[in-house]
């Protein structure tokens, strides 16, 4: 216990390593992925404290109160509706003992550090992530893009042009069935699993040791 406390004091017991494929199920926060919808984990990061899983649909991080408490808080943020930014890696030099990895999804920034020992991974989900904000800007790009197209279109129907309520009805129906396909389904990322298998390409250590 005083050990483990003494780390906590130190800062160390919160520097991180990647955890292997074949022990994702081990971890907390495997119990808080929707298997129902096919939802599963590219990459985690797990610390005395915190794990930081990365799943084709969302970041769950599962925050630790401390290195020697069992509570935790359960987060949850989606990449459909929240956009990942200011994504950046601090290299360890020579006398550290850790990198760190920086990013912000919606509004909440994170820093992990996570050992040295496990760069080339790192470099792995920083590139993910970059790819995947990129793809999130393309998307919104695109359903800002149709909202425009709706209003231009809009404004070329005159409704002395339309016949009867049921053709209004139909305009308005067709309209907000080819809007909603658009924001909703077409210009929507949900799943990035194929990001994260294009570059999550390094495999850590078969058993590694906090």
Same mark, same amino acid.
């Given at each position: 216990?005083?050990?483990?406390?003494?780390?906590?004091?130190?800062?160390?017991?919160?520097?991180?390593?990647?955890?292997?494929?074949?022990?994702?199920?081990?971890?907390?926060?495997?119990?808080?992925?929707?298997?129902?919808?096919?939802?599963?984990?590219?990459?985690?990061?797990?610390?005395?404290?915190?794990?930081?899983?990365?799943?084709?649909?969302?970041?769950?991080?599962?925050?630790?109160?401390?290195?020697?408490?069992?509570?935790?808080?359960?987060?949850?943020?989606?990449?459909?509706?929240?956009?990942? $930014?200011? =994504?950046?890696? *601090?290299? +360890?030099?020579?006398?550290?003992? !850790?990198?760190? /990895?920086?990013?912000?999804?919606?509004? %909440?920034?994170?820093?992990?550090?996570?050992?040295?020992?496990?760069?080339?991974?790192?470099?792995?989900?920083?590139?993910?992530?970059?790819?995947?904000?990129?793809?999130?800007?393309?998307?919104?790009?695109?359903?800002?893009?149709?909202?425009?197209?709706?209003?231009?279109?809009?404004?070329?129907?005159?409704? $002395?042009? =339309?016949?009867? *309520?049921? +053709?209004?009805?139909?305009?308005? !129906?067709?309209? /907000?069935?080819?809007?909603?396909?658009? %924001?909703?389904?077409?210009?929507?990322?949900?799943?990035?699993?194929?990001?994260?298998?294009?570059?999550?390409?390094?495999?850590?250590?078969?058993?590694?040791?906090?």
């Amino acid at each position: 216990m005083f050990k483990k406390l003494a780390a906590e004091a130190l800062g160390v017991s919160d520097i991180g390593i990647i955890v292997p494929a074949h022990e994702y199920n081990r971890v907390d926060a495997d119990d808080y992925l929707f298997h129902e919808d096919a939802e599963h984990i590219f990459f985690l990061i797990k610390s005395k404290k915190d794990e930081y899983c990365f799943t084709n649909l969302a970041l769950i991080h599962v925050d630790g109160d401390s290195a020697v408490s069992s509570k935790r808080m359960i987060r949850r943020y989606e990449y459909a509706s929240q956009r990942i $930014g200011y =994504v950046a890696l *601090e290299t +360890a030099g020579n006398l550290d003992m !850790d990198v760190e /990895l920086k990013f912000a999804i919606g509004e %909440t920034a994170f820093s992990i550090d996570i050992k040295k020992t496990f760069l080339d991974q790192i470099k792995d989900i920083y590139k993910a992530l970059i790819a995947i904000g990129r793809q999130q800007g393309r998307d919104a790009a695109a359903r800002e893009n149709a909202g425009r197209a709706l209003d231009a279109l809009g404004s070329m129907l005159k409704l $002395g042009n =339309v016949s009867g *309520e049921a +053709a209004v009805v139909a305009h308005y !129906d067709a309209l /907000l069935a080819a809007y909603n396909a658009a %924001t909703l389904e077409r210009h929507l990322t949900r799943d990035f699993g194929a990001f994260f298998q294009r570059y999550i390409q390094n495999a850590p250590p078969a058993t590694p040791q906090a």
